[in-house]
């Protein structure tokens, strides 16, 4: 059974950093395009990064320079390491693995606020 699960997430100051990690199983981890997205109540989901097989990366205007996502296909795992991090950051931050099919994990919170 595929399980996509996240961590790393919690409140945090602003202008602190966060890394969010999200573990992949029972998927071939390393043909996957993985990607971080994010929720807040009322909006719709959005892309904040997503890193490719080859490890390309691709970021939402709105991060970059503060966000970078990074991928250890040993590990299974894909990381969000978000810096200098604003009250509008606050939502919930889902990862995403896609490739034939598609796979969300559940969310992690991030909160920042003082």
């Given at each position: 059974?595929?399980?996509?699960?996240?961590?790393?997430?919690?409140?945090?100051?602003?202008?602190?950093?966060?890394?969010?990690?999200?573990?992949?199983?029972?998927?071939?981890?390393?043909?996957?395009?993985?990607?971080?997205?994010?929720?807040?109540?009322?909006?719709?989901?959005?892309?904040?990064?997503?890193?490719?097989?080859?490890?390309?990366?691709?970021?939402?205007?709105?991060?970059?320079?503060?966000?970078?996502?990074?991928?250890?296909?040993?590990?299974?795992?894909?990381?969000?390491?978000?810096?200098?991090?604003?009250?509008?950051d606050t939502a919930v931050y889902y990862c995403n693995a896609w490739n034939r099919d598609e796979y969300w994990g559940q969310?992690?919170?991030?909160?920042?606020?003082?």
């Open positions: 059974q595929v399980q996509i699960v996240e961590s790393g997430g919690g409140l945090v100051q602003p202008g602190g950093s966060m890394r969010l990690s999200c573990t992949a199983s029972e998927i071939a981890f390393n043909l996957y395009i993985l990607g971080w997205y994010r929720q807040t109540p009322g909006t719709q989901r959005e892309l904040v990064a997503e890193i490719d097989s080859g490890g390309n990366k691709k970021y939402a205007d709105s991060f970059k320079g503060r966000f970078t996502i990074s991928r250890d296909n040993a590990k299974n795992t894909v990381y969000l390491q978000m810096n200098n991090l604003r009250p509008e969310g992690t919170q991030v909160t920042v606020s003082s």
